[in-house]
């Protein structure tokens, strides 16, 4: 199977999620629909009812029992608002990764196929493994009151929220309220599992970028060597292939930090996966061999690349040693207050 048609049945499946919960925001035509409206009316339900609950805490225990999802809640939210605010800048990022990778590479060399078949084999990989893990989290999630009212006989709701004039322990009361938390769940998972396959779509497909440009750079360079041994440095016939073929390599790259930029457009905080490597490939370009006026757009892309946009994900870049080592003590920091939690209340 052709990687375009690997990523047409990708988009489908992205894209049937995005609709379920009304945020199919990778078309230009989108607008919120009824779906739409009823993330949002489950979000501010969550928020109220958690509200509700705080008020009646009986103890702290129940207190902090009520925000023990507080989280879930913000994270939730923050995505539910800026997808609405940058909702066109994700279609048209959608759509110029669509046609820069997949369209125009249709007909590409086999290195390039090779490189584009290499990241849409990871996306889907790594789509189906989030899926599963997922859905496999809601089942078990609503799992445990079932085993807990059929097994132990205790009426334990899937969220520690309680809904105004509703009696838990009733059997009605305890239907309604499970029904409504359910429905809560489904709708949050969707959207996490939405949001994180379309990220990890638009990270990865910037590696595709990095490696087709490297593969651009390289068959430049074996060109160039190529046919400055058939013609002198200053013929026509040098400027012009030279003109033409840093000509596209330099639109690419421009359409590479439009992608940045737009990323950070639309995540805030994301990280630069290849930056540096970008650097490299445009440093090893034969740019001595180049006329004056190519030489200087070679200047002006590698100050480009240097000066491209800052993007981390929490001060630190991810997939090397500082961002290991910043997670493991967020992790056992964690572990930390649990554990000293724990003593205190024994």
């Given at each position: 199977?052709?990687?375009?048609?690997?990523?047409?049945?990708?988009?489908?499946?992205?894209?049937?999620?995005?609709?379920?919960?009304?945020?199919?925001?990778?078309?230009?035509?989108?607008?919120?629909?009824?779906?739409?409206?009823?993330?949002?009316?489950?979000?501010?339900?969550?928020?109220?009812?958690?509200?509700?609950?705080?008020?009646?805490?009986?103890?702290?225990?129940?207190?902090?029992?009520?925000?023990?999802?507080?989280?879930?809640?913000?994270?939730?939210?923050?995505?539910?608002?800026?997808?609405?605010?940058?909702?066109?800048?994700?279609?048209?990022?959608?759509?110029?990764?669509?046609?820069?990778?997949?369209?125009?590479?249709?007909?590409?060399?086999?290195?390039?196929?090779?490189?584009?078949?290499?990241?849409?084999?990871?996306?889907?990989?790594?789509?189906?493994?989030?899926?599963?893990?997922?859905?496999?989290?809601?089942?078990?999630?609503?799992?445990?009151?079932?085993?807990?009212?059929?097994?132990?006989?205790?009426?334990?709701?899937?969220?520690?929220?309680?809904?105004?004039?509703?009696?838990?322990?009733?059997?009605?009361?305890?239907?309604?309220?499970?029904?409504?938390?359910?429905?809560?769940?489904?709708?949050?998972l969707l959207g996490a599992l939405t949001s994180d396959i379309a990220f990890?779509?638009?990270?990865?497909?910037?590696?595709?970028?990095?490696?087709?440009?490297?593969?651009?750079?390289?068959?430049?360079?074996?060109?160039?060597?190529?046919?400055?041994?058939?013609?002198?440095?200053?013929?026509?016939?040098?400027?012009?292939?030279?003109?033409?073929?840093?000509?596209?390599?330099?639109?690419?790259?421009?359409?590479?930090?439009?992608?940045?930029?737009?990323?950070?457009?639309c995540y805030r905080n994301i990280c630069v996966v290849q930056n540096e490597?970008?650097?490299?490939?445009?440093?090893?370009?034969?740019?001595?061999?180049?006329?004056?006026?190519?030489?200087?757009?070679?200047?002006?892309?590698?100050?480009?690349?240097?000066?491209?946009?800052?993007?981390?994900?929490?001060?630190?870049?991810?997939?090397?040693?500082?961002?290991?080592?910043?997670?493991?003590?967020?992790?056992?920091?964690?572990?930390?207050?649990?554990?000293?939690?724990?003593?205190?209340?024994?």
């Open positions: 199977m052709e990687a375009s048609e690997k990523f047409c049945q990708f988009e489908r499946y992205l894209r049937t999620l995005c609709k379920i919960i009304g945020f199919d925001v990778m078309t230009e035509t989108w607008k919120k629909t009824y779906q739409t409206f009823m993330s949002i009316c489950l979000c501010s339900q969550y928020f109220i009812l958690m509200v509700y609950s705080l008020i009646i805490a009986s103890d702290t225990f129940e207190l902090f029992k009520s925000l023990s999802f507080l989280g879930f809640f913000f994270q939730c939210s923050l995505k539910i608002y800026y997808t609405i605010q940058q909702a066109p800048q994700y279609a048209v990022n959608f759509s110029c990764l669509k046609e820069a990778i997949y369209e125009r590479h249709s007909k590409g060399t086999p290195a390039q196929k090779t490189t584009i078949t290499r990241i849409i084999d990871l996306l889907v990989l790594v789509t189906k493994a989030i899926s599963v893990l997922y859905t496999s989290s809601l089942f078990i999630f609503s799992l445990y009151p079932a085993y807990m009212y059929f097994v132990v006989h205790v009426k334990v709701p899937i969220f520690p929220l309680y809904i105004p004039g509703i009696n838990i322990y009733s059997a009605y009361g305890y239907g309604i309220t499970n029904s409504f938390h359910m429905m809560i769940a489904v709708y949050g990890i779509m638009f990270v990865v497909h910037f590696v595709t970028y990095g490696g087709l440009f490297k593969i651009e750079c390289e068959q430049f360079d074996q060109d160039l060597s190529s046919v400055s041994q058939h013609c002198e440095w200053g013929t026509v016939v040098y400027k012009t292939f030279c003109r033409q073929r840093m000509r596209a390599i330099y639109q690419y790259h421009q359409s590479v930090i439009f992608y940045l930029e737009s990323m950070q457009e490597q970008m650097i490299d490939y445009i440093s090893n370009l034969p740019w001595y061999m180049l006329p004056t006026e190519e030489q200087k757009q070679f200047k002006f892309m590698l100050a480009r690349s240097q000066l491209s946009a800052e993007i981390m994900i929490r001060s630190v870049g991810p997939m090397n040693m500082e961002t290991f080592t910043d997670i493991m003590q967020k992790m056992y920091s964690a572990f930390a207050m649990m554990y000293s939690f724990l003593v205190d209340l024994g």
